[in-house]
């Protein structure tokens, strides 16, 4: 196969599994997505949707967050780790979005990285998810799968952002980068992954990939 020809088998692929994607994040704005992805760093999905909840029940909006302290909110969030940063995030850039955007989430990248504890991933996938804004935000099952699907030889998630957006059409990012996390939870997972189970890899993966593979099983 030519690497177009294996490009849109993943994306056919994708389609036929996933037509529609959930988000993974419950959310209901964009102030709330904000947050639950900044809280997801170095945690799970799962983990920061039993969390943000019991938070956006007292705080669901910067108005209300900032009446909050930093040792308050770090209180709410400890389950999910790293609550010292995540905390201090949380009430710096609420207190940055009643000054300079009026209580509301910029629709911005520029903007939205400049905020405390926002990097460039949280960025693109508000982007992304709030605003429908083209993006590719890479996560640890995309830069898995992308290596395994020889689509990257990126040591990190930047060449890996690159390399997506160079060759997955613009107009399927928003969708497709949900896909692959799916993809990659379902079928594709770092442990406990079953080759037979996984189409996409077995299909078009890296030949060393699936030659390292059957060498561990043997």
Not at 5 to 32: M, Q, R, S
Not at 67 to 78: A, F, G, H, N, T
Request: one cysteine or more.
């Amino acid at each position: 196969m030519t690497k177009q020809e294996k490009v849109d088998f993943v994306i056919d692929t994708l389609n036929e599994i996933y037509p529609t994607v959930p988000i993974p994040l419950e959310h209901k704005d964009p102030y709330t997505l904000l947050i639950a992805v900044l809280l997801s760093a170095q945690s799970t999905d799962v983990r920061v949707n039993q969390i943000t909840p019991i938070l956006f029940e007292i705080a669901d909006n910067p108005y209300d967050m900032v009446k909050l302290s930093v040792e308050e909110i770090r209180e709410i969030i400890k389950p999910v780790g790293l609550s010292p940063m995540k905390s201090k995030g949380i009430h710096g850039l609420s207190e940055i979005l009643i000054k300079k955007y009026n209580g509301f989430v910029p629709s911005d990248f520029q903007a939205l990285e400049s905020l405390p504890a926002v990097g460039h991933k949280t960025a693109s996938v508000v982007m992304s998810q709030a605003f429908n804004v083209p993006a590719f935000p890479v996560d640890t099952h995309i830069h898995r799968l992308m290596w395994r699907w020889g689509f990257t030889n990126g040591k990190n998630a930047v060449q890996t952002e690159k390399d997506a957006k160079r060759l997955f059409p613009e107009d399927c990012w928003n969708k497709l980068h949900l896909q692959i996390i799916w993809y990659g939870r379902h079928y594709s997972p770092a442990r406990g992954w079953n080759l037979d189970n996984d189409i996409i890899t077995k299909t078009i993966g890296r030949k060393s990939v699936i030659k390292e593979y059957y060498k561990t099983k043997k």
